[in-house]
């Protein structure tokens, strides 16, 4: 188990210092200001995939040894098709100050995107992990590679030069996965319509009830964003995008335990178990990214102006605001993945719900007053309490006590032992 989460983690620390990289190639050319419309664009992205990965998204994972490639295909992209068209239309509404030109590139891009996302979802499926990994590396990699051209070489500095990126990050990850999937490519048929009426059934059935719960996190992670632009400008935008960015990349720690977990419940009956390793999980978890918050608040603000550009000092403090919610928001991670685990989705909706509620209310009563700091706030706020909603409910489950959540040295001990076994075998 060490073995795969450590494989995880360091195929999830690639991606994060690649994306780290274009955070500071965009901040250093565009400045605040652009780096505002940057989050704005990929976050409306992220906003109409919610929509789309309604069939197209995590449910084919489970859905690709159930079904034919084929009738799981064409809907998955004609609903992508429909989603990013519709909501490309009404993106407008939801951050009235972007360009119609990045508003239609925005729908584009979505689709795209998805289309890449179909691949390597039918890879996990396959159990074709290595596969996915590179597809996964492939698009920060071109993304990177794109903008190092057109920025550094070519001299330019406009945003156009992020969106000529995603569109080859997306097309080159959506042409290996074709390459990838080109067996299965090349029994590709069409059926009468009556004959998707099962797959398009699980589809939505185990699409929505994933969804749901995105849909909700969502808004408790980046409505900030779209207050800011509202109420203050993007340049603040762009500071708070890139501060949230690196306090978030402390769940690279909590994400690549929890999709072992993850793997691991799923295929176990044994409830006892499953708190148990639940449990362990959870303090390594807390440990290990209680030093990399303590570690990253700890930076001065000197060093993000002199990484990022001369508008980014007020990174530092905004990462401190967010750190006891980061740390927290580690843990419900762990507990969320028990949940979905044992396919009790609707936890982690009522968490997320917990912690919309802070969202809304904190929003926009501090963000109009306080900006960065109190979009700061309020995400804070709302992480800690998706975790103690449950992080209650599970002590309740399981009967652990208050004292069983501490590690123990011998705890502690025993995993050293194994991760030195691991790497030393």
């Keep these: 188990m060490f073995g795969k989460i450590l494989n995880t983690f360091g195929t999830k620390i690639l991606v994060a210092l690649l994306n780290l990289t274009i955070a500071i190639v965009i901040s250093q050319v565009l400045g605040d200001s652009g780096k505002g419309v940057q989050s704005l664009v990929l976050t409306n992205i992220s906003f109409i995939l919610i929509f789309s990965e309604i069939v197209c998204g995590a449910s084919l994972v489970y859905l690709t040894s159930r079904h034919e490639f084929s009738k799981l295909w064409a809907p998955s992209l004609l609903w992508s098709l429909l989603m990013g068209a519709v909501m490309g239309m009404a993106i407008s509404l939801f951050t009235p100050g972007l360009d119609r030109g990045l508003a239609i590139h925005t729908a584009i891009l979505s689709f795209v995107s998805s289309f890449a996302n179909i691949h390597f979802r039918v890879l996990i499926g396959k159990e074709e992990v290595k596969k996915a990994n590179v597809n996964t590396l492939l698009q920060p990699a071109m993304l990177l590679l794109t903008l190092v051209v057109y920025y550094l070489m070519l001299g330019k500095s406009d945003i156009y030069g992020y969106i000529i990126a995603l569109y080859v990050a997306y097309l080159s990850s959506s042409v290996l996965g074709v390459f990838q999937l080109r067996e299965e490519y090349k029994t590709l048929r069409c059926y009468p319509l009556g004959e998707y009426k099962e797959a398009l059934t699980d589809l939505f ?21 779209y207050l800011l632009n509202a109420y203050v400008d993007t ?166 006590r208050i004292r069983d959540l501490v590690l123990t040295p011998s705890e502690l001990k025993e995993y050293i032992a194994e991760i030195k076994n691991h790497y030393l075998k």
């Design 235 to 400: 340049g603040h935008v762009g500071v708070y995008s890139n501060a949230v960015s690196l306090a978030e990349s402390i769940w690279i720690i909590s994400n690549s335990i929890a999709l072992v977990q993850y793997a691991r419940i799923s295929n176990s009956t044994d409830k006892t178990y499953n708190q148990t390793l639940t449990l362990n999980l959870g303090k390594i978890c807390f440990v290990v990214s209680l030093g990399a918050v303590v570690v990253l608040a700890l930076l001065p603000s000197s060093l993000y102006q002199f990484i990022f550009g001369p508008e980014f000092g007020e990174m530092s403090r905004i990462i401190r605001i967010l750190s006891p919610g980061v740390l927290c928001y580690s843990i419900f991670l762990i507990l969320g993945h028990y949940y979905s685990g044992s396919g009790r989705y609707f936890m982690n909706t009522l968490a997320a719900l917990c912690g919309l509620a802070a969202t809304l209310a904190g929003g926009f009563l501090l963000v109009p007053r306080f900006a960065t700091n109190g979009a700061a706030v309020t995400a804070s706020v709302a992480y800690a309490l998706n975790a103690a909603f449950l992080l209650a409910c599970f002590l309740r489950e399981s009967r652990f």
């Design 205 to 225: 059935k185990y699409g929505f009830l994933n969804q749901t719960g995105h849909f909700v996190q969502f808004f408790n992670l980046r409505l900030s964003y």
